[in-house]
């Protein structure tokens, strides 16, 4: 199947690592000009490696921290100006912490939502305009399948996840007329280095130590294991390619049936 990705723009946030070095990869793969940005110029690096490496493409880098409007409007010129317009704009930075809920100090709440909440808010308003005189475009945000399955040791990324899917809908009526389609991903649980961190801490928040906390989990998976940074990828390259035309304002969960409750 082609995708009609060759040729097509792409800034991938928080593209060093797990999903968003997966999506970055395929993308690239499929003949797409991509972007990636982090924190990390260290990751950026050895993501931008991995890609040349596997796919023979180059992709841009930008290290930059979005949990501040400064960041994001940065990485909004730059991606503009290093790739000529933007086709494609995935949300994927951010890392919000798990812990207890009454210990959970507030600025650590406002850390959290500045780079996933607001961090995404705000490049969907810088990138928008863009996509408005160009014609169109796709916005993928990939929101933790914690906005509908609320745990008491992540409230914090619950809830912000939860906004976001509220956040998906209301942009993707916004961007219909303009042919802006704007969907969501919604990742279960998937193997990657901020899963383990994050099972790390909701353990200890649980009172529990990792091998129990992990043996209680492993009991709920359909399938018998977790998703993979590709699997999560390759749906968020068809969600962005010509095959999607007709799809906007869906939030797809992507768990192998983890979740309950009737809805994609």
């Not at 949300?91 to 780079?115: C, H, Q, V, Y």
């Not at 209680?216 to 018998?224: A, M, S, T, V």
């Not at 007709?246 to 409750?261: M, Q």
Request: a positive charge; hydrophobic letters at 45%.
């Amino acid at each position: 199947m082609d995708l009609e990705l060759k040729g097509k723009t792409a800034l991938i946030t928080g593209g060093s690592k797990g999903i968003g070095l997966a999506t970055a990869r395929t993308m690239a793969a499929e003949g797409a000009r991509v972007m990636i940005c982090s924190r990390s110029a260290d990751a950026l690096g050895d993501a931008a490696g991995t890609i040349k490496r596997e796919t023979g493409q180059t992709v841009e880098t930008l290290a930059v921290d979005l949990s501040e409007l400064a960041g994001v409007e940065r990485t909004a010129s730059e991606a503009l100006t290093r790739l000529g317009r933007l086709d494609i704009l995935v949300n994927n930075a951010g890392a919000i912490k798990g812990g207890d809920f009454l210990t959970t100090p507030d600025d650590e709440w406002m850390r959290g939502w500045s780079l996933k909440l607001l961090g995404y808010i705000r490049m969907a308003r810088a990138i928008f305009p863009v996509m408005q005189k160009q014609g169109g475009g796709r916005i993928v945000n990939v929101v933790g399948a914690a906005a509908r399955n609320p745990a008491t040791t992540y409230m914090m990324g619950g809830t912000a996840n939860a906004a976001l899917i509220n956040f998906t809908k209301a942009l993707a009526d916004l961007g219909a007329r303009s042919n802006i389609l704007v969907t969501a991903v919604s990742p279960g649980p998937v193997k990657t280095e901020r899963w383990d961190t994050l099972q790390r801490q909701q353990a200890q928040a649980a009172g529990k130590d990792l091998e129990t906390h992990m043996a209680e989990l492993n009991k709920n998976y359909p399938l018998g294991r977790i998703a993979t940074a590709e699997e999560c990828a390759d749906l968020i390259c068809f969600l962005a390619s010509a095959r999607a035309s007709f799809l906007s304002g869906i939030a797809i969960t992507i768990d192998s049936g983890i979740s309950r409750g009737v809805y994609l």
